[in-house]
């Protein structure tokens, strides 16, 4: 058996017919940017999100960005986030100026461990980064309870989390802003890059909105210094069809999610654990091995192909560095040397799944 880690093209089958009339209608009419399509993803995407308003950017990245602009950071200005993520979230606080904070992060979840944020709050404080890594979602009833004390806006990242709920919110909708990447293999996944800002607030919608676009309220009248940050109308063609599938291509991710977990039951290797609260939207499956690097070897000697979410924590990677001073974050630290992501994505068969559990079976954990 050979087993991709993400499969998008049998994905890219059943949707084939749907996106190419769509894209080939763009064509057709040649409006590219900000149309019928952006304007319509927006609306629908934020409907799914529950709340009032959603702005189409051009990546995850641009999304942080500018909500961290938009709730006001600046130079000088302090943003808790955690170090075990992707890259993505720490650049915008980066670009902004403002140095991040690092909390520490639970062992039995890999997420934000929020009884540790309020200890780091200073008078420098200007925003709470939580990220909902893997897809599911930071514990975020008692996080907003100590940012609404402390009055910090919370900007999610949301970027592996479309569609998670916690205690009946969907993920996005409970901060400040909520930010999603649409990079390809997110389980919602563009043709391209794309991104979005979600909110209740509309004076953030207004102000990412003018941000995206150069700055401009209207037409060639600059108000700020903006960005060209815009999402264009291919991906958000491509992202309308792909909503409308999304709900049943988690619950697929949520299955196979539960078959893993099934099966590895009482084996040497430990699933990160899914809370009670949230409903996890499996955009990776990460287990925990004292042996990871020789039980990936294993796997991949026997076609199974997986990844490490990730490999070095952001402040231990080269560019930090010389930032990051002292910073010592030992659970971020051993996390990311045991974590392993198997292959998860819809369209992932039960016997790819017993293959898997049967090559991690027979590895010799001890
Ligand atoms: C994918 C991702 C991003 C960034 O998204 P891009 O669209 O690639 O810019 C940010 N944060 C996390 C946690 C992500 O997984």
Redesign the pocket.
């Known amino acids: 058996m050979n087993i991709p880690l993400v499969d998008l093209k049998a994905q890219y089958q059943s949707i084939k017919d749907d996106v190419l009339d769509s894209i080939s209608r763009i064509f057709d009419g040649m409006h590219l940017l900000l149309g019928e399509h952006t304007q319509a993803f927006e609306r629908e995407f934020a409907a799914f999100c529950g709340t009032r308003f959603g702005v189409g950017v051009?990546?995850?990245?641009?999304?942080?960005h500018l909500a961290l602009r938009a709730v006001g950071v600046q130079p000088g200005d302090e943003v808790m986030t955690v170090s075990h993520?992707?890259?993505?979230?720490v650049e915008p606080i980066l670009y902004c100026g403002a140095t991040p904070i690092f909390v520490e992060i639970d062992p039995a979840t890999a997420l934000m461990d929020v009884a540790q944020v309020e200890a780091r709050i200073t008078n420098k404080t200007r925003a709470i980064v939580p990220?909902?890594?893997y897809g599911q979602m930071v514990e975020m009833a008692p996080l907003m309870e100590i940012a609404d004390r402390h009055g910090l806006p919370v900007v999610e990242?949301a970027?592996?989390a479309h569609g998670a709920v916690y205690r009946g919110q969907r993920a996005g909708s409970i901060g400040r802003g909520g930010?999603f990447?649409?990079?390809f293999s997110?389980n919602l996944g563009a043709y391209g890059?794309?991104?979005m800002v979600v909110t209740n607030d509309e004076a953030i919608a207004t102000r990412v909105r003018m941000l995206r676009n150069h700055g401009q309220e209207v037409r060639y009248t600059h108000t700020v210094l903006g960005y060209n940050a815009r999402i264009d109308e291919i991906q958000s063609a491509v992202l309308r069809i792909k909503l409308a599938r999304l709900e049943a291509w988690n619950a697929l991710r949520r299955q196979h999610a539960t078959e893993y977990t099934r099966r590895l039951a009482g084996s040497a290797v430990i699933p990160i654990t899914e809370s009670a609260e949230a409903a996890h939207v499996y955009?990776l499956y990460v287990i925990r091995s004292a042996r990871r690097d020789a039980l990936r070897t294993w796997l991949d000697a026997r076609g199974v192909a997986t990844g490490i979410?990730y490999p070095i924590p952001v402040h231990r990677q080269p560019m930090y560095r010389e930032r990051a001073g002292d910073v010592s974050l030992p659970v971020t630290e051993w996390m990311a040397g045991e974590i392993l992501s198997l292959p998860m994505f819809p369209e992932l068969q039960p016997e790819q799944i017993a293959y898997i559990c049967e090559c991690l079976a027979a590895f010799p954990h001890a």
């Open positions: 051009g990546s995850g990245t641009d999304a942080l993520t992707f890259i993505a979230t990220v909902h890594l990242d970027s592996q930010c990447s649409f990079y997110k890059e794309a991104g955009h979410h």
